[in-house]
């Protein structure tokens, strides 16, 4: 039985929705994106990237992303300095957002003092020294 691939479909469909197809700008990302821009020290998170892209989507899809990472990491030192400084950087690349990311990174940064204590403030507050 042989087959024809390049057969036409029929314009009639069995979907009961109308298909539509959604162009997202999202940004391209080169190697520099994953340095600390003040340090050039290689970072070990995603969030400056996720950050960028949440940009694309509005000010729910940021609030959401520092939620989840908050969230999933609210134990790591590094990774928390991380966070903290991936929200400065916003603060100082996107106007739009800027008083948002600022709401962000006090709150992240409030947490952080409150909730490491010890050593693991003394090695937050060195990481974030940058700033």
């Known amino acids: 039985m042989k087959v024809n691939i390049n057969r036409k479909r029929n314009n009639q469909s069995n979907v009961p929705f109308e298909v539509k197809e959604y162009r997202i700008p999202v940004p391209v990302f080169?190697?520099?994106?994953?340095e600390n821009p003040i340090t050039g020290?290689?970072?070990i998170?995603?969030?400056r990237v996720d950050f960028k892209i949440a940009d694309a989507f509005g000010a729910e899809a940021?609030?959401?992303?520092y939620k989840r990472a908050k969230s999933e990491w609210?134990?790591?030192?590094?990774?928390?300095a991380e966070l903290v400084l991936s929200l400065y950087?916003?603060?100082?690349t996107n106007i739009k957002f800027a008083s948002l990311y600022y709401d962000l990174w006090q709150d992240c940064h409030n947490f952080c003092c409150s909730h490491f204590t010890g050593?693991?403030?003394t090695q937050y507050n060195?990481?974030?020294e940058s700033i």
Do not use: C
């Open 30 to 34: 080169e190697e520099h994106w994953y």
């Open 74 to 80: 609210h134990f790591s030192v590094e990774y928390m």
């Open 89 to 92: 950087w916003a603060i100082t």
């Open 119 to 121: 050593d693991d403030l």
């Open 62 to 65: 940021i609030i959401d992303t």
């Open 45 to 47: 998170s995603s969030f």
């Open 41 to 43: 020290k290689k970072l």
């Open 126 to 128: 060195k990481l974030i």
